[in-house]
């Protein structure tokens, strides 16, 4: 029986070393030569075409090679009744939380206003507040989002969080479920999305939203490009009821040359980099959950699929 993997990123000869460290028995087929499908027993894949893991009759478990599993639910064929797992590691919260405090910190210093100053060679103090004057809002309060609230609390900031389930998080204030909203909104001046994609929160980062933060918030969106209508956050941007943003996932991705964000003056843009999972540390938990699956245990980060994410 086989693995069959898939991803951008060619690597294929490491990644059968990788994966034989662990697993010696486990063939490793790389998509798209699949051979016989029949003989597939696991997938590890990110965005794999859709339709290809439903020719896999004799799946036992999928393995998405991300945090996120958006990718797999985007496949309307996607076999959904088969076990799924994501990577949770605490190598990529850190990492993650090393994106978040390094852009928290440059809205919170005026870093942009500094960079456009230097540009024209203006000498001009911008008085930024103490930290514990700072409203940071984080829109989702998983595994990365604590991770970075814990540490941005700890730099001194009045850190909240939003989520669907209430959470209790010492020093950060808890808002979930869509009723508090709102509450949560208007007390953020840096709002940080870090909420998984689904149908609920596609498009969540609005006009309407952008309203109901105060005037010349800052947003830093290392999310899911979808969850982004870009059109209204240049909007905002220009008519200054947003100060600047940080954005690390598109809509389309790589972005095309012709999007606007790439030259506006009030945007920073990384190439979907704030945190990629370290693939020594991926190809070890994968590997240990593919010895799981067949002793019949449950995986470890297991994906329930009745929330989406
Ligand atoms: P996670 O542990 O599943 O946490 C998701 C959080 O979002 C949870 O707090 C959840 O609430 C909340 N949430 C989900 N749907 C919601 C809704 N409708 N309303 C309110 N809150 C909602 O996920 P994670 O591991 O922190 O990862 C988050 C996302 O980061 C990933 O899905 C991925 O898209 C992105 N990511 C990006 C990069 C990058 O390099 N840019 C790298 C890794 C991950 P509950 O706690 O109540 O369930």
Redesign the pocket.
Known sequence: MALLFHSMIKRDDWWRTQLNKHVPDLEIRFWPEIGNPDEIEFAMCFNMPHGELAKLKNLKAVFSL???V?HLFADPDFPRHIPFARV?DDE?TSR?TEYVVQHVLNHHRYQHQYDAQQREKIWQENHAPAARERKVGIL??????QGAATTLKYLGFDVAG????P?DIDGVTNF?GGDQLDAFLARTEILIC?????A??RDIMNAELFSKLPEGAAIIN???GPHLVEEDLITALDSGHLSAATL??FRTEPMPQDNPLWSHPKVRITP?????ANPDRVAALIAKNIIRARKGEPLVNQVDTT?G?
């Open positions: 991300g945090a996120g958006d949770v990529l993650m989702g309060l998983g595994t990365l989002g939003w989520s669907r389930s959470k979930h870090l909420l998984p994609l689904t609920e929160t290392p999310g899911r690390d996932v979907h980099v704030a945190s990629i929330k994410y």
